[in-house]
């Protein structure tokens, strides 16, 4: 384990599921710290790689480098215990629990000996952390239910930061939010950049959004990397003529079989 | 508003406290026998075993379940205990645990069947409840007598009627402190509210479920040996679906989402309250059986259309 190796690195991993070939020879590095922005058409193999990545999918050839040691992720439980963690779109927090409850679900802090929570505490720090973080919520007592979609999923991705992971998967957080929500998002997750805790893949639809955050662009199409470039040698018109020829290409090769 | 009051609003169970303050003044304004303490005493006496019953099914409801068959073991957890200290020959204390035992033994089998087998607890309790109802008229026979009738020991397990309500409020008591205060009760409202994602979390959802069916169960075992008591009879047909309509009705007045995820157990209790000066008040006013339960009907829909209304302005904030 060094301080300059990548945070996850992917090598040649392919995947079929019968005979449909989901990922091919993909390849793909993400530097401590950085935001990797992964965009590409739906079916593209988004999905199938941050399952691969959470250990819920085992690739049938290549391997995974994890801070400069090759693993096998076994499970989604194993890949958690190496930090690696992931924050998907049906959001797992419970709606009907505050805020900080949801914070500390599974690492509640006790009364030891006695069975009790220790409520006020939990309040107090996640109050701070969320501060810290700069995510805006009236009060941490509020239920999850009555937040916002872009509250509640900054609320999920701190948390996740809070388990200590150190690999972040964000599938498609901004999806389904109003500019406003979004902003809530994106601010936390520059803020997440600056501290350089957590390194982050982040799968968006929407380019603008990705460009402003991400460090590096990458376009899956048909199951392997076809675009590899850092956001500063790269634009928003790139990205929209690269998709739309992507677009083209493969309804004309559609048409022509 | 005032500060006080706007904290009172936000508590789930205030709304339906206002219906049972409102009601309890309607009553006491109308039939002056409604405040006197033997009146209060019927009161409780009612609410007591449907408080016990409801404080096992909020639980149930809030990780997402429920259990019709509570009704049942309340009739034949002291069945079991006659049996253990009449016919086996042990003591009276070690009859009520036996009972209580296999009360809990209902509930695992209630709650390994929903949950390993994945047969929907409406079914699974359905089910149960027909069974033991069958067995209880088929080997249970005619009522006897509670033991050691005017001993000490009888008092305190529920023929004192002020030591039954010590009983209820206690329970409702713990098994609210339970739901707020422990992991139990965060892992309860997680398994109902987001079964996948606390699942995800880390919470282990079966057993949460199982142990919800045991202590749901258990509770219903409780409130019937301590209304045996009471009453100083034991009866095959005590308790029964009637006793679960109640304790389940009295959880969803006070709150209780039938969806899981949310409720409160004092909100049941005070539903248990709404349900008794009801039934009590209407006695009093000396309305016919056969129209009484037309007025209580529609008065139970009444009191949750207020209940909901209000709920739902609270929500809104305009309240």
């Known amino acids: ?257 | 508003m005032s500060r006080v009051a706007s904290a009172f609003v936000q508590v789930r169970w205030a709304s339906i406290l206002v219906v049972a303050v409102a009601l309890g003044a309607y009553f006491a304004f109308t039939s002056p026998a409604f405040l006197t303490s033997s009146n209060l005493l019927t009161i409780a006496g009612f609410l007591c075993a449907t408080a016990i019953v409801a404080s096992g099914e909020v639980m149930l409801m809030i990780c997402g379940e429920i259990d019709l068959s509570p009704g049942m073991v309340f009739a034949l957890a002291p069945f079991v205990m006659y049996f253990v200290y009449n016919d086996v020959g042990l003591p009276l204390w070690i009859g009520i645990i036996a009972g209580l035992l296999v009360s809990a033994a209902v509930g695992l089998v209630n709650g390994l069947v929903t949950v390993v087998l994945r047969v929907p607890s409406f079914v699974t309790t359905l089910g149960m409840s027909f069974l033991l109802a069958g067995l209880s008229l088929t080997f249970l026979g005619f009522p006897v007598p509670t033991p050691q009738e005017g001993t000490r020991f009888a008092d305190v397990m529920g023929h004192s009627q002020v030591a039954e309500l010590i009983w209820a409020l206690g329970v409702v008591a713990v098994v609210q402190i339970g739901l707020s205060y422990t992991r139990w009760g965060l892992y309860t409202i997680s398994t109902g509210g987001n079964l996948l994602g606390a699942a995800e979390a880390g919470v282990n959802v079966a057993r949460i479920k199982v142990a919800n069916f045991m202590m749901c169960s258990v509770l219903g075992g409780l409130a019937g040996t301590l209304e045996a008591f009471r009453i100083s009879s034991i009866d095959a047909t005590a308790g029964g679906y009637d006793k679960m309509f109640q304790a389940v009705s009295a959880a969803v007045i006070g709150g209780t989402a039938l969806a899981g995820g949310s409720g409160t157990v004092i909100g049941a209790l005070i539903g248990a309250i709404v349900l008794s000066v009801l039934s009590d008040g209407f006695t009093l006013q000396g309305i016919e059986a056969k129209t009484f339960n037309v007025i209580l009907g529609a008065a139970i829909l009444v009191a949750m259309i207020v209940n909901v209304t209000l709920q739902r302005r609270r929500q809104q904030g305009a309240l």
């Not at chain 1, 384990?1 to 449909?20: C, L, N, W």
């Not at chain 1, 000996?113 to 996640?126: D, S, T």
């Not at chain 1, 998967?169 to 997440?192: K, Q, S, T, W």
């Open chain 1, 1 to 257: 384990m060094t301080d300059t190796a990548p945070a996850i690195q992917i090598e040649h991993v392919s995947k079929r599921f019968g005979p449909v070939v989901a990922l091919r020879d993909v390849n793909l590095t993400l530097p401590k710290g950085e935001v990797l922005g992964l965009i590409g058409d739906n079916g593209a193999g988004k999905s199938t790689l941050i399952k691969i990545v959470t250990g819920f999918h085992q690739p049938d050839e290549g391997r995974i480098v994890v801070d400069g040691v090759e693993v096998r992720l076994r499970s989604v439980s194993h890949a958690r215990s190496l930090g690696i963690e992931t924050v998907y779109q049906d959001l797992a927090l419970i709606p009907g629990l505050s805020v900080y409850h949801n914070m500390f679900l599974k690492r509640e802090l006790l009364l030891s000996p006695l069975p009790f929570l220790r409520n006020g505490e939990m309040k107090r720090r996640a109050r701070q952390y969320l501060n810290e973080m700069g995510v805006a919520i009236t009060s941490v007592d509020t239920e999850v239910a009555k937040l916002s979609g872009g509250q509640r999923q900054a609320i999920a991705i701190a948390r996740a930061v809070y388990s200590r992971a150190r690999v972040l998967l964000l599938d498609e957080p901004l999806a389904a939010m109003g500019a406003r929500e979004g902003r809530l998002v994106l601010d936390l997750i520059h803020n997440l950049k600056q501290r350089r805790e957590v390194s982050i893949v982040m799968i968006a639809h929407n380019y603008a959004q990705v460009l402003e955050v991400a460090d590096r662009i990458n376009l899956l199409r048909h199951g392997t990397i076809s675009f590899d470039k850092p956001v500063s040698e790269t634009s928003l018109e790139e990205l929209t003529d690269v998709m739309v020829e992507e677009y083209r290409r493969s309804h004309v090769a559609v048409a022509h079989t």
